[in-house]
């Protein structure tokens, strides 16, 4: 089964847009910096010949490098990114991942990758920047729509907290009156000593 992903990197500052369709022992990648547009097919073989180090396992490898190049690790814990063009027109996209539990007092495993993708044609160059173009409107619309109805939630959510404090206010406004009649009541109930105490307690917590 095939999972298909778009995201945005920034690399060397420039905003670049990935999107990439990975399978079990495969990916494809096409990137597109609005300008021009690239792509690369990484097959079973490429990718044990030129990608994965000797004796790792071909699953976790492409498992790390799908984690990698699907959703850009800004703090650089374990990928960094260059991408620059080459003079025949091509990009050349390298990375070195970090291998390895953060626990551990190992040095983690450093893994360099490089992939030179081909620049495509003018026809399917352009279907592929407006896809992505597409893509970006639809996600912007989408967040405007998230947005709005954040919103909404926040009006309610200040409007309840308006209500419930004016409750507090009442209550404690309730609770006060009750406790001065109480106290009236016991004014003329309690024995004269017992009464100069209340009235000490009741001025020492004004």
């Given at each position: ?128 920047i ?43 406004d ?14 003329f ?17 004004l």
């Open positions: 089964m095939s999972v298909n992903v778009a995201t945005r990197f920034v690399l060397d500052k420039r905003r670049f847009y990935f999107q990439s369709v990975w399978e079990s022992s495969c990916f494809d990648l096409s990137i597109t910096d609005g300008r021009f547009a690239w792509h690369v097919r990484a097959d079973a073989d490429f990718i044990e010949r030129k990608l994965k180090p000797r004796g790792m396992d071909s699953a976790r490898y492409i498992a790390e490098l799908r984690n990698g190049l699907t959703k850009q690790d800004i703090g650089q814990k374990k990928f960094t990114y260059s991408a620059a063009e080459v003079p025949n027109g091509n990009l050349r996209l390298e990375w070195t991942m970090r291998i390895g539990s953060q626990a551990s007092a190992e040095e983690p495993l450093k893994l360099r990758g490089l992939l030179e993708l081909v620049r495509m044609q003018a026809a399917p160059q352009q279907e592929f407006q896809t992505c173009l597409d893509r970006l409107l639809d996600f912007c619309t989408t967040l405007e729509r998230d947005n709005e109805e954040l919103r909404e939630q926040h009006d309610e959510l200040r409007v309840q907290r308006t209500e419930a404090l004016s409750k507090l206010v009442k209550l404690d309730d609770k006060q009156r009750l406790e001065l009649d109480l106290y009236k009541k016991e004014r109930s309690l024995p004269p000593i017992v009464v100069s105490a209340l009235l000490m307690l009741h001025s020492s917590s």
